[in-house]
């Protein structure tokens, strides 16, 4: 995504797009993406409607800008958690811990909740999302296969990218949940299913699975 007209070139200007990008993230907390009205963020952000759309094209644009900075943040956790681990389970271990922590930070800021459901409005969006859990999956499948070089890498990346790219209906279902305790109830669920396809697929060293799961196959087998 490029949603930005123009680059600001001094710290004026970056200065002026930061304090759009407040703006627009209050708002968006506060009404979700339709309350991403350029005259409303000028207003908020206290410049001139010319000075927004001097670097934005239409509402659209900042939303991709605040999504771009949602992709940033999602992939840096990741990597900051996930960096320097020698074992599976600690590679997982950091999994989980991304996870976690992009749970509270969707708590704490419900900005970003919002921004998620930005993506599910707009085709464009959604293909700028797939291609995000792409690269989130490449991430976590280098890692993982650096500490399970035997393991076939096609398949690591492809229970990677699919659990990466179910994040959000996951954080989203949890945080429809009344209270803080139902929510990590949830969350917890999901994030154990997850944990446990991936190190499966991490220690296992045979051929496809076929179309039914490891578990039923395995169930199958003894009987």
């Known amino acids: 995504m490029a949603p930005l007209r123009r680059q600001p070139s001094q710290q004026r200007s970056r200065e002026r797009v930061e304090r759009i990008l407040a703006a627009a ?14 005259s409303d963020v000028a207003a908020r952000a206290e410049v001139p ?23 940033e943040r999602i992939r840096d956790t990741l990597t900051r958690c996930i960096a320097g681990k020698d074992t599976l389970d600690e590679v997982l271990d950091g999994m989980a811990l ?5 749970l509270v930070m969707h708590r704490e800021e419900p900005m970003w909740t919002q921004v998620a459901y930005g993506i599910l409005g707009d085709k464009a969006l959604q293909q700028a999302n797939v291609a995000d859990s792409h690269r989130n999956a490449d991430l976590l ?3 993982l296969l650096a500490v399970a070089p035997e393991a076939d ?11 990466n790219h179910l994040f959000p209906a996951a954080l989203q ?3 429809a949940e009344p209270t803080p305790a139902r929510q990590d109830a949830v969350f917890e669920a999901w994030l154990a299913m997850a944990t446990r396809e991936v190190r499966w697929v991490a220690r296992e060293r ?3 699975v076929g179309d039914v799961g490891h578990e039923a196959q395995q169930e199958i087998g003894s009987t």
């Not at 409607?49 to 992709?71: H, M, P, T, V, W």
């Not at 991304?98 to 992009?102: D, G, I, M, T, V």
């Open 25 to 38: 993230a209050d708002l968006l907390a506060e009404g979700g993406p339709d309350a991403l009205r350029p």
């Open 49 to 71: 409607i010319g000075s927004l759309y001097q670097y934005f094209d239409d509402k659209n644009a900042i939303l991709e800008s605040l999504i771009e900075r949602y992709f």
């Open 98 to 102: 991304a996870s976690r922590q992009w």
């Open 141 to 143: 499948a280098g890692a």
């Open 153 to 163: 890498a096609a398949r690591v990346r492809d229970v990677v990218l699919v659990t």
């Open 173 to 175: 279902l949890a945080l």
């Open 206 to 208: 045979s051929g496809p």
